[in-house]
Nanobody, 131 residues
Framework: QLQLVESGGGLVQPGGSLRLSCAPSGFNLAYYTIAWFRQAPGKEREGVSCISSSGRSTSYADSVKGRFTISRDNAKNTAYLQMNSLKPEDTGVYHC????????????????????????WGQGTQVTVSS
């Protein structure tokens, strides 16, 4: 059974930074497109960012462009989401997810930010941005 484990969440003040990590259990991330999603209380799940298996193609939600950076280290079998200039509206549970069912073109067109492509999800890590 494929599993993903997120870590790195916490409480941070507005303007602060956090780096989330996503590590798999039982499989190699190198063959998968990886995405980060978030869900705030009372709101729908939102796609934040995604990255191709090679790491060369990425996409971001407009709400995080210029502040968040997705990356991966296939040698360490881990993906990351660096979050800078955090705002209270970034608060939520952040989940990573993986798929092999998406093309580079779809990644570049931000179609990868739709949850419909993903069949393996982590349990999530809480990010709270508050003073």
């Amino acid at each position: 059974q494929l599993q993903l484990v997120e870590s790195g969440g916490g409480l941070v003040q507005p303007g602060g930074s956090l780096r989330l990590s996503c590590a798999p259990s039982g499989f190699n991330l190198a063959y998968y497109t990886i995405a980060w999603f978030r869900q705030a209380p009372g709101k729908e799940r939102e796609g934040v960012s995604c990255i191709s298996s090679s790491g060369r193609s990425t996409s971001y939600a407009d709400s995080v462009k210029g502040r968040f950076t997705i990356s991966r280290d296939n040698a360490k079998n881990t993906a990351y989401l660096q979050m800078n200039s955090l705002k209270p509206e970034d608060t939520g549970v952040y989940h990573c997810a993986v798929t092999r069912s998406i093309t580079i073109s779809q990644i570049l067109q931000a179609a990868c930010l739709s949850s419909r492509w993903y069949d393996t999800w982590g349990q999530g890590t809480q990010v709270t941005v508050s003073s």
